[in-house]
Structure formats: C-alpha cells, structure tokens
C-alpha cells in the first residue's frame, strides 16, 4: 500500500468514528466515552506517523511544500491538544460533547486539505515506487506509535522520533491499567444491578410448635 492510499484509509476510519458519535443518543454515554477512545487512539497513531515519516519525507523531497506541512504540524497540534482533554474527561462533562465537536471540524478540516491539495501535490513528485517505500515505513511507524496524545512532545526529527518511543511504552502501560480499571467498574456497576433478595417472612413457634408468620 502507498503512503497516501494508507493515510486515506486513516481518514475513512476515523470519519466512521465521527458518524457513529453523531448517531449517538444523548445518554449513550458509555457508547460515546468508547466511541471517544477509538478516535483519540486513531488519531494519536495517525499524527505521529504523519510527523515521523511522511511529512519529513515531503519537506525532503519538496522545498516548496514545506510551508503546506508546517501548517499541517500546527493543526495537529490544536488537535492533539483537545484530545488530551478528552482522553480524561467523563462523558457526563458538560463539555464532553462540545469538544467531540471542535475535534471532528478541525480534523474534518485538516483532511480536506491533504486530501484536496497536499496529497496530489506530494503525488507529482513522488514516483509510485517511492510512495510505496514511504507507505512500509508508516506502516512499520504504526506498531510503535503512541496511541495516546502527547501535545507537548516533539513533532519534528529527530526529538519526536525518541520521544514517540519513550511514549509508546508509557502509552502501552497507561492503556492496560485502563483497560483493568474499566473492567472493575464494569463489575462493580453490574454487582450493584442486581435485585436484593425479598426478605423471608418472620416466623416464631407458638406454644405448640405451630408456626406462626407475622
């Protein structure tokens, strides 16, 4: 797969995500708060993969269109940092859907961007062997990606490289205690659902050992 048909495939997921949000009820909490955690995981691999390969590649190959990737990195940015809020945030907030929102306009917008202007440009000057190359490489990027935000790290080689490694690992700790700490709620929520048992009537034996139920 060449890189812009894998950044694409990217986008489309992520457009699912942003749809089935806006499907959701008003009290889908849990559906939206899962939904949320898809997006900040997709998006977080997706950024960095773009900022450790492929954008590098094209400011390498094309000096012309360096000033179309540092707008890129500077939307990334907005974008990194609203998920960082909704990476904690409870989906009662009062916020919580309001910022879902600004996140799907600004990545919304970010995609029309590469995929209208930035990619057929970066097309012209790349042979289809070359983008397949880049396309390995984003694809080898994306097994050690952070999958959380990380706003105030590096976005440019060679300080994003390490500290996407050093992410990664914390990221891979942070999603398992998550996931742990998810389940037991999970119980807790569904031990507290369940009918106490109706109390047995009282009984007492009267003098000659007839019971009696008050």
Do not use: C
């Not at 859907?97 to 919304?108: C, G, S």
């Amino acid at each position: 797969m060449d890189a812009i048909t894998l950044l694409k495939a990217d986008h489309k997921t992520v457009e699912q995500l942003f749809r089935k949000f806006e499907k959701s009820g008003d009290h889908a909490l849990a559906h939206k708060r899962k939904l949320v955690d898809e997006m900040v995981r997709e998006l977080s691999v997706h950024a960095a993969i773009e900022e450790q390969v492929f954008y590098p590649a094209v400011r390498a190959r094309a000096a012309e269109l360096s000033d179309d990737v540092l707008r890129a990195l500077e939307e990334h940015h907005v974008v990194k940092w609203v998920l960082s809020e909704l990476d904690t945030m409870p989906p009662e907030a009062e916020r919580f859907d309001a910022k879902v929102h600004v996140l799907m306009e600004n990545v919304r917008a970010h995609v029309t961007e590469e995929e209208q202007y930035l990619f057929p440009e970066v097309r012209k000057v790349f042979k289809p062997q070359e983008l397949k190359q880049v396309g390995e490489a984003l694809e080898l990027a994306k097994r050690a990606a952070p999958t959380h935000p990380h706003p105030a790290a590096p976005d440019t080689p060679p300080g994003n490289l390490l500290a996407g490694a050093v992410s990664a690992v914390m990221d891979m700790g942070r999603d398992a205690l998550r996931t742990a700490r998810r389940k037991a709620e999970t119980q807790v929520r569904k031990a507290t659902r369940r009918p106490a048992r109706k109390p047995e009537a009282n009984r007492s034996m009267d003098a000659g050992g007839e019971s009696l139920t008050h």
